[in-house]
């Protein structure tokens, strides 16, 4: 059988651990060529080793795939164009950015420090941005020059704790929910070139969340392996997804599914009066919505 994304060339950033990682072996296993970006910080994102991203691409050179590394920090502007010109240079084009790459610092607003905002904001939010816009320059010449589309992929990365809100990650929380509205703004401008733009929220088991949620049981063990994330964004980066566009999965091995985005609720007749204004959002909230909890239904 042919692979998913035979002859497609992927770059994954923070492809040398946990999600990331499944995402390189993966997209491997299924013939596309894979430049495994790699900063190979310490848990808080500090310090630098190309090692992991090293030791994937050995990985998938040993099953006789083709992968390269790249150390770049993703939320370096020039280190980010590095990268999408090494995926061209490399293997001749650049089909498929999957902005993986992630840190936490989670802290209570109260406690939290300008330089753990600063931080969280930065990976994530830059660091989505940054190789998001280089590759679309990249994408956007290519139409103009060939006057086709040109099949693309960008596949974020959000999380529940953003889309659904999660006590102690304001920071992180407030970046996954951006990188929602990147999502959903981008898909629409870049359509006409024919570049799908989607994001995964992911749940897995991995150095990111192995301190959170308790004892590492077996059970966990199972339905946190990223195995069961991978499959979505192989799919997506694949030539089969492109009618799908600015949508968010939710992927797990508890849950597949797509998280619906804001929408209008109740409404009221504008006023200028700010004493008309509590009888009106009383009656409004008579039939919103409630938000949603971390499990994606309405909180109690
Ligand atoms: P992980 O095992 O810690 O992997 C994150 C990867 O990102 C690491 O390989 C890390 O590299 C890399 N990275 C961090 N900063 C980077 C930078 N500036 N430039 C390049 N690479 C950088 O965590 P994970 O759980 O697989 O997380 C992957 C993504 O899923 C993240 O965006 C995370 O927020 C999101 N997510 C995960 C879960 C979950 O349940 N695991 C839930 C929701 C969302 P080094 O450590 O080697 O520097």
Not at 57 to 76: F, H, L, Q
Not at 93 to 102: E, F, P, R, T, Y
Not at 258 to 268: D, K, L, N, Q
Request: with cysteine; glycine share 12%.
């Amino acid at each position: 059988m042919a692979g998913l994304c035979e002859g497609r060339v992927a770059i994954v950033t923070g492809g040398g651990r946990g999600i990331g990682r499944e995402y390189c072996l993966m997209l491997a296993a299924e013939g596309a060529k894979v430049v495994v970006n790699d900063l190979g910080g310490a848990r808080d994102g500090v310090g630098a080793d190309l090692g992991p991203a090293d030791e994937v691409v050995n990985e998938i050179r040993a099953m006789g795939g083709e992968a390269v590394a790249n150390g770049a920090d993703v939320s370096d502007w020039d280190q980010a164009k590095a990268m999408i010109d090494q995926a061209v240079s490399t293997f001749g084009k650049l089909d498929v950015l999957i902005n993986n790459a992630g840190i936490l610092r989670d802290r209570m607003l109260v406690n939290m420090t300008e330089a753990e905002w600063d931080a969280v904001i930065k990976v994530h939010l830059k660091g989505t941005f940054a190789p998001a816009h280089h590759a679309a320059v990249y994408w956007r010449e290519l139409n103009k020059e060939t006057g086709a589309p040109v099949n693309a992929r960008l596949i974020n990365t959000s999380s529940v704790s953003g889309i659904y809100g999660n006590i102690g990650q304001t920071n992180y929380g407030a970046a996954k929910m951006g990188i929602a509205a990147f999502t959903i703004i981008s898909a629409r401008e870049l359509r006409r070139y024919g570049v799908t733009v989607n994001a995964i929220a992911p749940g897995a088991l991995t150095r990111l969340t192995e301190d959170l949620g308790g004892p590492i049981t077996e059970e966990r063990k199972e339905s946190g392996d990223p195995k069961w994330v991978a499959p979505i964004a192989v799919w997506l980066a694949s030539e089969e997804s492109a009618e799908v566009s600015g949508r968010m999965f939710e992927a797990s091995g508890n849950v597949l599914a797509i998280a619906e985005g804001w929408h209008r609720g109740p409404t009221a007749k504008p006023t200028k009066d700010p004493h008309e204004m509590g009888a009106k959002v009383a009656e409004m909230m008579k039939t919103a919505r409630k938000n949603a909890g971390m499990n994606g239904m309405d909180l109690d």
